[in-house]
Nanobody, 115 residues
Framework: QVQLVESGGGLVQAGGSLRLSCAAS????????MGWYRQAPGNKRDLVASITPGGSTNYADSVKGRFTISRDNAKNTVYLQMNSLKPEDTAVYYCNTNPYLYVPWGQGTQVTVSS
């Protein structure tokens, strides 16, 4: 069974940057669209960025121009570079296929942005 492991979160001040990584236990990235999702307390899990196997990207309006998704298929890893962070970006961040194909969710990585 594929396992997803997210890392790179932390506490940062508004305006700061973080780079998240998501590693898979085996190769699913090369044939699937992948996405970064986030879930804040009391909210549903939302897709914020996605990337196709060919590298085309798409972003939620709330992060467009600030976040960049990328992938390294050889390393089975997807990244999310987050710049100009805002307090409203505070959430647990997860990666998974897009659309969701029932790959088990990882533990996520907490991102906290202080004002």
């Amino acid at each position: 069974q594929v396992q997803l492991v997210e890392s790179g979160g932390g506490l940062v001040q508004a305006g700061g940057s973080l780079r998240l990584s998501c590693a898979a236990s085996r190769g699913i990235f090369s044939i699937n669209h992948m996405g970064w999702y986030r879930q804040a307390p009391g909210n549903k899990r939302d897709l914020v960025a996605s990337i196709t196997p060919g590298g085309s990207t798409n972003y939620a309006d709330s992060v467009k121009g600030r976040f960049t998704i990328s992938r390294d298929n050889a390393k089975n890893t997807v990244y999310l570079q987050m710049n100009s962070l805002k307090p409203e970006d505070t959430a647990v961040y997860y990666c998974n296929t897009n659309p969701y194909l029932y790959v088990p969710w990882g533990q996520g990585t907490q991102v906290t942005v202080s004002s």
